[in-house]
């Protein structure tokens, strides 16, 4: 069973920084795409970023393009996401999320989620 644990989320001013991570276990993630969604209150879960666990090339929603990088650590089967420039609309919880097959941008396209961590960005 894939478990996915989500942490380094918190309180940060604007412009300041935070690196997300999420720890993988219960499968090898080879064949997996992995990635990044947030869910602000009221709103749908949207798509933040995600590539393939072996590597190649990352997406990312227009919203964080430029500020915020995916990327891994094989070794250490955790995922991360480093955000820099943040904004009070980056505000939402985030989740990291995995699927056994290709890269999609889409929530409803991955089975296995985290419990979110929070990420508050104040003016």
């Known amino acids: 069973q894939v478990q996915l644990v989500e942490s380094g989320g918190g309180l940060v001013q604007a412009g300041g920084s935070l690196r997300l991570s999420c720890a993988a276990s219960?499968?090898?993630?080879?064949?997996?795409?992995i990635g990044w969604f947030r869910q602000a209150p009221g709103k749908e879960r949207e798509f933040v970023a995600t590539?393939?666990?072996?590597?190649?090339?990352?997406y990312y929603a227009d919203s964080v393009k430029g500020r915020f990088t995916i990327s891994r650590d094989n070794g250490k089967n955790t995922l991360y996401l480093q955000m820099n420039s943040l904004k009070p609309e980056d505000t939402a919880v985030y989740y990291c999320?995995?699927?056994?097959?290709?890269?999609?941008?889409?929530?409803?396209?991955?089975?296995?989620w985290g419990q979110g961590t929070q990420v508050t960005v104040s003016s």
């Open positions: 590539f393939s666990w072996i590597g190649g090339k990352p």
């Open positions: 999320a995995a699927r056994r097959s290709k890269v999609v941008t889409t929530a409803s396209g991955y089975d296995y």
């Open positions: 219960g499968r090898a993630f080879s064949n997996y795409a």
